[in-house]
């Protein structure tokens, strides 16, 4: 049997079409993050997302299942995707072409932000912070659906991630020190962190 050759939706691949001319080159983990993260703002800023993307819960953060299971080398479309032994992921991803479905003027600047923003961070930056933002999740690794909302957004330009990451260097037990080191009110970190 041949091997199945995987297609993305054409929204999806415009967005990792737009990411990679925005960036270069994409290994697989930000070409399978990037996206959440993409779909998040415009959910906020358009109020509906850009991709029809399945966000899941994976081990090591969020990522969208379509692009990790089509990221492999020899298939077709506007991307070059090559296996690179020493890389994080060992895949790499570039465009040679242009997607079939284009992206509006505002769709653009969405993806631009996202690219500009968090497109330099590598797979364990990008776990931390997509986990930061589903904080619910009890079980990584358990491939639920993961929060595109209000909440996620808040979360992700909170930078969540660096939150928790300091919250873990500290006396926990001690509230007073929770503010200074977050900027946020004792009864915000309460809901987002869901105690």
């Known amino acids: 049997m041949g091997e199945h050759r995987q297609t993305l939706d054409p929204k999806l691949s415009a967005v990792l079409a737009r990411l990679c001319e925005r960036r270069g080159v994409l290994t697989k983990t930000q070409a399978a993050k990037l996206p959440y ?38 298939q077709s479309g506007p991307f070059l995707i090559e296996e690179q032994p020493y890389s994080e992921g060992r895949v790499l991803i570039s465009l040679t072409g242009d997607p079939q479905a284009g992206l509006s003027a505002e769709e653009q600047e969405v993806v631009d932000f996202v ?66 080191l977050t900027g946020a009110s004792i009864g915000e970190l309460r809901k987002s962190l869901g105690v």
């Open 37 to 74: 993260l993409v779909d998040v703002v415009a959910a906020h800023v358009l109020g509906h997302r850009m991709t029809s993307a399945s966000h899941e819960s994976w081990r090591y953060g969020v990522v969208a299942a379509e692009v990790w299971r089509f990221a492999k080398p020899g």
């Open 115 to 180: 690219a500009d923003e968090f497109g330099g961070m590598d797979f364990d930056q990008l776990g931390k912070l997509t986990k930061a933002m589903n904080v619910e999740v009890a079980s990584w690794g358990s491939n639920r659906a993961a929060k595109v909302d209000e909440d996620a957004y808040v979360r992700l330009m909170g930078r969540w991630d660096q939150v928790l990451a300091r919250l873990e260097r500290c006396d926990t037990e001690d509230e007073s020190t929770w503010q200074e």
